[in-house]
C-alpha cells in the first residue's frame, strides 16, 4: 500500500488520519466530507500534489506547511481563521478557501505561483495583499464574493480590484 500515489476517500466519516501518515508516495488525496479536525499525520506526505479537505472540522493548517510540493489545495467549509501556515507553500497554483473565518490574507503575497483563488465567503476586508502576487495577472481567477469588502466607487478596495483586473485577471465580486 506504501507505493499508491492516488487515494479518494470522500465522505467516510474519517476522524483519524494517522493510517495514512505512511503513504509517503501520495500524489493525490481527497478527503472531502468527513469529521476530519486534525491534519498533523499529512505532515509527512511530502510528495502531495492535490490535496482537498472540504467539508471537515479543520481550524490549524501549520501540519500543512511541509507540503511544498502543493500545486492544489482546497479547504472549503472548514472552521479556518488562520492561514499564515501557508507560506512556505510557494508552488501552489490553486487555492481554495471558500467558507471560512479568515480575515487576514497577507500570506498571500508569499505565494508567487498562484493561478486561481477561491477566497469566497470569509472575513476579508483588505485585498492589498493580492497586489504582491505577480502571478495574479493574466488567466489568472480571484474570487472575493461574500467578503467584508468595501466596495463603494471610490475606496481602495475597488482601486485594487481595478488594477488586478488591469493585469488580466478575472475577478468576481
Not at 21 to 47: C, F, H, K, M
Not at 141 to 164: G, K, M, Q, Y
Request: hydrophobic share 40%; glycine share 4%.
Amino acid at each position: 500500500m506504501t507505493s499508491l500515489t492516488q487515494v479518494n476517500l470522500w465522505g467516510n466519516e474519517i476522524q483519524d488520519l494517522t493510517p495514512l501518515a505512511g503513504l509517503e508516495n501520495l500524489e493525490y488525496l481527497s478527503l472531502i466530507d468527513n469529521q476530519i479536525d486534525d491534519v498533523t499525520p499529512l505532515s509527512r506526505l511530502t510528495n502531495l500534489k492535490k490535496l482537498w479537505l472540504d467539508f471537515n472540522q479543520i481550524t490549524d493548517l501549520s501540519p500543512l506547511a511541509s507540503l511544498t510540493s502543493l500545486e492544489h489545495l482546497s479547504i472549503k467549509m472548514n472552521q479556518v481563521d488562520d492561514i499564515s501556515a501557508l507560506s512556505p507553500l510557494t508552488g501552489l497554483k490553486t487555492l481554495s478557501l471558500v467558507f471560512n473565518e479568515i480575515s487576514d490574507i497577507s500570506v498571500l503575497a508569499d505565494l508567487p505561483n498562484l493561478e486561481k483563488l477561491d477566497l469566497r465567503h470569509n472575513q476579508i476586508a483588505d485585498l492589498a495583499p493580492l497586489l504582491a502576487s505577480d502571478n495574479l495577472g493574466p488567466g489568472s481567477e480571484i474570487d472575493l464574493r461574500h467578503n467584508s469588502l468595501d466596495l463603494s466607487p471610490t475606496s481602495r478596495t475597488r482601486e485594487i480590484i481595478a488594477e488586478l483586473e488591469a493585469r488580466g485577471g478575472e475577478v468576481r465580486y
